[in-house]
């Protein structure tokens, strides 16, 4: 239940949490019902925050956040988020009175593209740059008339389709440096990657091109751009691209998947992939517009429609055009519904991306959900008292990376303006003292020292960095260093350590040293915002006309060639498929009951990840005494156990509509906190605040409210957001994404694998799965092929095969070995074969193979087994002591596989058959096509 407390020193009330009672995110006691049938188009549900000027209502059941204008719901606290800090240039711009113009604004510098932005991305080694701005941040629809890029190696006619000034719904946010001095900041250094990017682009040149664009409105409407600045189109093209994820010069594994090109690294791939860049480009030039396949051929000769067409259905099937909230995507969604049902468990961003897509090209949708609110882990609470109110979001907050993020794309739609926040990021000591510059410099520089010398030491032990920890890795490396023997720089060097700790939801001795940054290759770039209002503003807008049941937590599923029955609270729901987005500490709890059960595979995946905790003491004061020229600042601890102890404080501000401030708890202070009295709690942090600045002459008002979080004891989530575990690897999260029998789908965060642990890599894996979702109906809808003679394709595979084995990987004895290159992941698959005389009689287990190495033997005399094993597993076979015998031995008794014929692959074998045979013909091809790492 909700928990109030007052104090000497601090009157003020103090939300807390308790769980057991109920699913609301952060706890609370329910009182009362839910009616069994949808809530359509509702944001009902616990602590909405909202604008200014928002009509707020309280409900027992809770209110979820809207835009102004919405009713919201107001109901006991919540708790905690999906994050995060950032890497880079770090931010909020409080707009002042003077900053504000209306119409555009002709001049400007660091442009932040607001079609391009970014939520919540995790950040590994997060440093705050200090350095003074004066940035233009364009609301949502900027006005910016532009021209679509015109191909030459497309199309020869140059007909221009002008983008038409847009009208504003809100003022331009001007934020500017406000005159104050200084304040000791943070210079940023991230180290060099460890591998290379899969999709790179210049971050400057995309900023610069942006600001160039912005900058063509002061030339009026008639201007044009020269045509000699095609092959620059097609260059910002290809960037644009890339920020979204696609790869410059390669197919993304979904296009592969997909057949959008007969043949993988030709010549009609680089066409296809010009195409393609350019439609992406064009619908992010007004994505307040329906793009049709006809628009698209307006500049694209008629040569290459067949291109034209498979690219826009891949784009428009899977999301990645046409898609969000703006009232011309929404005309689009069919009245009727005569598609596959399906129902979505989850109304967090994951499902509710899901639902509205599938809704849009004609599934019959109901969306599940166990809270009483919709938004999952992104929950903004509306905090008031002594005249002075605030939107807090107690879940995700940041608004990350904006080059590229499909959640910018919202922002832009809903004319939503974004405030930048700015880098300086002041550390203070335990009694409050700032820390010494010098010395806070040269222990960050060490600690990215010894993260940089973990990278190389992972490179060196390839085979075993799996199961060491980062954190036992650093410590050693510190230790062996001289890190951090003073107490100020160990102090510092602790800070540093809860600062990752925080990016990961979890204790650095849990952490892969070996995958703990695996996705680092495909984050986001550009800019890190928040949310004027709150994140809410999001989720309103994704449930607008979605028919969701709230308080209905499910119990079990049950799938089969029959459908799919999803019982939850006493009701069954029946359906031809069902999409799971519960977080992954819920699967990990085993609540929801799978019949039949999860594949191993999948359930070990569940098992080796990660899923950790971080927590927010939420203070809403009744005027800022922290001052306006700071939106970070940092704190000590004495003891290092208690490093992510209110190590960090965030200034809403400027943003929330009220003196809101927020202190981070993270690592294993987080795991405490959970215990923590909220009294308690609120008191450590007022005595913190005070020692900082009543120094200074700066009294310390107590707080207004204040909401202390409880993620990991939510029974709906039972934790932050997902992480790669010791023994964990990024293919776990693509073996979580997997589905079951075309019939078992899996979205969320932590089944992204490029954007874990983020709000846009749970919204992306739900247009994702939506996408499979509806190949999966349409194929089972489909006339059954004809059957091609079994000789004619064993004969190709057979040729295949062979084909492949010319070039093993690894060739030792009779066993040949090859792998799928665009992976280094150990739990990859391999393939392995065995060579036998056709006379040998087949061994036992326990017996000897009698396998002839003389070269001369015909072809048509071998008898050729197979079977996969991992990657790792095949290094482990090949280190072997012994002969093929003992080799043998190994590998059917240790490996527990079954040695079969081509027949006898299966689906996981032919895969891996064909995702060889794509990978090397590409690379004998001439393409670039990029490595995953």
């Known amino acids: 239940m909700e928990k109030v407390a007052s104090a000497p020193n601090i009157p003020a009330a103090v939300d807390a949490t308790n769980n057991s009672n109920m699913g609301e995110m952060g706890g609370g006691v329910l009182t009362s019902k839910v009616t069994s049938g949808p809530t359509v188009g509702s944001a009902s549900g616990e602590g909405g925050g909202a604008m200014p000027g928002t009509n707020l209502q309280q409900s027992p059941l809770g209110g979820g956040g809207a835009m102004p204008g919405t009713n919201l719901q107001q109901s006991p606290s919540g708790g905690g988020g999906l994050r995060r800090l950032h890497n880079g240039r770090f931010a909020p711009q409080a707009a002042r009175e003077e900053d504000l113009k209306e119409g555009f604004v002709s001049r400007v510098r660091n442009v932040v593209k607001s079609g391009d932005m970014a939520i919540t991305e995790k950040k590994k080694r997060i440093r705050i740059r200090k350095k003074k701005v004066t940035t233009v941040l364009p609301p949502g629809n900027s006005g910016i008339q532009q021209d679509t890029v015109t191909l030459t190696t497309v199309a020869q006619k140059k007909k221009r389709i002008r983008i038409r000034n847009r009208k504003r719904k809100q003022p331009e946010i001007v934020a500017k440096d406000d005159g104050t001095s200084p304040v000791e900041g943070r210079q940023s250094k991230r180290p060099a990657r460890q591998h290379a990017k899969v999709s790179t682009y210049d971050e400057s040149a995309l900023d610069a091109a942006i600001e160039e664009q912005l900058g063509m409105q002061s030339q009026g409407k008639g201007h044009k751009r020269k045509l000699g600045n095609v092959d620059k189109d097609i260059t910002m093209e290809a960037m644009i691209a890339a920020a979204i994820g696609f790869p410059r010069d390669a197919l993304t594994e979904e296009e592969i998947e997909a057949g959008v090109v007969s043949t993988v690294g030709s010549q009609e791939q680089a ?185 190389k030491w992972r490179e060196n032990k390839e085979h075993t960095a799996d199961q060491v920890s980062l954190g036992e890795t650093l410590e050693r490396l510190r230790l062996s260093s001289g890190v951090g023997l003073g107490q100020e720089e160990r102090q510092l060097y602790d800070w540093h350590s809860a600062n990752l700790e925080y990016a990961n939801a979890s204790l650095l001795t849990n952490l892969s040293l ?109 005027r800022v005494f922290w001052g306006t020229d700071i939106d970070t600042f940092g704190h000590l601890e004495e003891d290092p156990k208690n490093r992510g102890e209110y190590f960090l404080f965030y200034s809403y501000a400027g943003v929330s509509g009220g003196p809101l401030l927020m202190a981070l708890v993270a690592g294993e202070a987080a795991i405490k906190f959970e215990r923590t009295p909220p009294l308690e709690a609120v008191t450590r942090v007022m005595s913190i605040l005070r020692g900082i600045f009543e120094p200074k002459g700066i009294r310390v008002p107590n707080p207004v409210q204040t909401v202390c979080t409880r993620w990991g004891s939510d029974s709906l989530c039972f934790g932050s957001y997902s992480n790669v575990a010791v023994g964990a690897s990024g293919e776990d999260y693509d073996i979580l994404a997997e589905s079951v029998d075309d019939r078992l789908f899996f979205a969320g965060e932590a089944t992204n694998r490029q954007y874990p642990a983020t709000m846009h890599g749970a919204f992306l894996s739900g247009h994702r799965e939506a996408a499979k979702i509806a190949r999966a109906a349409a194929a089972r809808m489909a006339p059954p092929k004809p059957l091609i003679p079994v000789q004619k394709d064993m004969r190709l595979y057979m040729a295949t095969l062979a084909d492949l084995f010319k070039e093993p990987d690894l060739d ?122």
């Open 812 to 933: 030792f004895g009779s066993f040949s070995i090859i792998f799928d290159q665009q992976t280094k992941d150990p739990s990859s698959l391999a393939l392995v074969r065995l060579v036998y005389d056709m006379p040998v009689q087949m061994p036992s287990r326990a017996d000897t193979p009698e396998v002839r190495t003389d070269q001369s033997v015909p072809a048509e005399e071998q008898l050729h087994l197979y079977t996969t094993i991992t990657r790792q597993q095949a290094f482990d076979l090949r280190d072997v002591k012994g002969g093929d015998r003992e080799k043998y031995v190994y590998l059917c008794q240790k490996f527990g596989v079954k040695l079969v014929g081509r027949r006898g692959l299966g689906p996981a074998g032919d895969a891996l058959v064909v995702a060889i045979k794509w990978n090397r013909a590409a690379r004998n091809e001439g393409s670039t096509m990029q490595k995953f790492p």
């Open 514 to 622: 070996a995958y703990w940054d695996q996705d680092d290759p495909y984050e986001m770039g550009g800019d890190h915002c928040f949310l004027p209002g709150g994140n809410v503003q999001f989720v309103a807008a994704l449930t607008e006309g979605l028919p969701i049941f709230y308080g209905k937590t499910v119990k079990a599923i049950c799938y089969g060639n029959d459908g799919v029955k999803v019982i939850a609270h006493n009701q069954v729901f029946e359906c031809d498929m069902v999409l799971c987005t519960v977080p992954l500490g819920v699967l990990k709890k085993g609540l929801i009951k799978f019949e039949p059960e999860l594949p191993k595979r999948k359930m070990d995946a569940i098992r080796r990840l990660g899923f950790g905790l971080l927590n927010k003491v939420v203070m809403l004061f009744p």
């Open 271 to 455: 066409n296809y992939i010009v195409v393609r860049n350019h439609i992406l480009a064009t619908w992010r030039e007004n994505v307040n517009t329906w793009l049709e396949q006809e628009t698209v051929m307006e500049t694209i000769r008629s040569l290459h429609s067949k291109l034209v067409a498979s690219a826009y259905d891949f784009l428009l099937s899977h999301g990645y055009i046409n898609f969000g909230v703006a009232p011309a995507i929404k005309a689009k969604v069919p009245a009727e519904k005569d598609k596959a049902s399906v129902v979505v468990i989850g109304a967090g961003l994951a499902g509710l991306a899901a639902a509205r897509h599938l809704l849009a090209i004609g599934h019959k949708v109901v969306v599940v959900e166990g809270r009483l609110r919709p938004g999952g882990r992104v929950y903004t609470k509306k905090m008031e008292g002594e005249k002075v109110w605030a939107a807090a979001d107690l879940g995700g907050s940041v608004v990350t990376g904006i080059h590229g993020n499909p959640l910018g794309v919202l922002a832009r739609q809903m004319n939503l303006p974004l405030h930048k926040i700015r880098d300086q990021c002041p550390i203070y000591q335990p009694h409050g003292q700032p820390a010494q510059k010098d010395v806070d410099n040269k222990v960050e520089a060490e600690f990215n020292k010894l993260l940089d010398t973990c990278g």
